[in-house]
């Protein structure tokens, strides 16, 4: 995987998906906070190499002055069940007690809501945040409306190792 590519093709998906209102999930897009992430740049695009030993490291350093850092990774070489697993036990261990958590996206578990899939679908990505940002960016958007739309299982799925926004 070439970084440049990678950038591009996530760069790409940001901008004409995840920042684009949607009419299956009410009007809003994927992500309310995705454009004003890109054009502030802040965040970070990087190629994975270990899920395991990167986020590890993630958890030392932190996020520096990104809002978002994405890892990406070959899926052929990180089959699902194992990057969820390494991601579920390095968000457990290591992550979680930093207030950072990786959000798993890959595209052997694609992910459907109200008939829309919210994959990036070329990488296994693991999307690290500030736990206690993005809850409060959920508690936000929960006050307009934002997940009166999304089904519950998947909002379950979502709010694991955070706050339900709705309550």
């Known amino acids: 995987m070439q970084l ?22 009410g009007g809003w897009p994927p992500c309310p906070y995705a454009r004003r992430a890109r054009l502030d740049r802040s965040y970070e695009i990087r190629i994975g190499v270990d899920v395991y030993t990167d986020l590890m490291d993630l958890a030392t350093t932190g996020l520096g002055n990104k809002e978002v850092i994405i890892y990406a990774y070959d899926p052929a070489q990180w089959p699902r069940e194992q990057f969820a697993r390494d991601l579920h036990s390095v968000n457990v261990g290591f992550l979680l007690p930093q207030d950072i958590i990786a959000l798993e996206d890959h595209p052997a578990d694609l992910e459907w809501v109200n008939g829309v899939c919210m994959n990036q679908g070329t990488y296994a990505l693991a999307l690290c945040q500030s736990v206690s940002d993005l809850d409060s960016k959920a508690r936000s958007m929960a006050t307009k409306g934002f997940y009166h739309t999304w089904p519950e299982e998947y909002l379950k799925d979502l709010f694991q190792h955070r706050k339900d926004p709705r309550q």
Do not use: G, S, Y
């Not at 998906?17 to 299956?24: T, Y």
């Open 4 to 25: 440049e590519q990678v950038k591009q093709d996530i760069e790409r998906w940001i901008e004409t998906f995840v920042e684009v209102p949607n009419p299956a999930l």
